[in-house]
């Protein structure tokens, strides 16, 4: 997070509380089941085939679900000002790793379920994650995204 002079936003002791929290709750164990399963299973290339293979009301889809609307909630927190950027971008690769598999299938899901503002925040911080990489580690985005397809 920056000021309007372009510095940038001192973390604060509730920016990592909350970090902290977030990350109990990943360690909480439907979501655990449900991140393992996203990270071995998650690698649809469009909609129609997420949907065969995780059918609405499918311990797949729920996981699915699970999974990213946790980053777009995470990431709201980041858009809506609440917590710190930049502390976020230091330890939280795992939302680079969710965006890296739902990315394409967005454009699709808000075209077929008529929400244009579907996973926006999800979509809106891992863009801003990937020019923070290209600033601090110009080679770390290309090979994170060799390495995790």
Known sequence: MCEPDGMAIQA????ANLLLRLYETRREEKM?????WFAQNFHFQTL???????P?????NAYARMVMSYWDMV???????????????????ELLFVWQRVGKLIPEMRQ??????????????ALAYIKWLDAHAP????????RVG
Not at 32 to 36: G, I, K
Not at 76 to 90: E, K, M, R, Y
Not at 112 to 125: C, D, I, R
């Open 12 to 15: 604060t002791y509730d920016d």
């Open 32 to 36: 655990r089941a449900a991140r393992e």
């Open 139 to 146: 080679e770390a985005h290309a090979a994170f995204t060799a």
């Open 112 to 125: 077929a379920y008529k929400n244009p503002v579907l996973y926006h925040n999800l979509e809106t911080v």
């Open 56 to 60: 609405p009301n499918s311990s797949m």
């Open 75 to 93: 990431a709201s927190f980041i858009t809506g000002g609440i917590l710190n950027q930049d502390l976020f971008f230091q330890s939280q690769m």
């Open 48 to 54: 129609e085939e997420f949907g065969q293979k995780c």
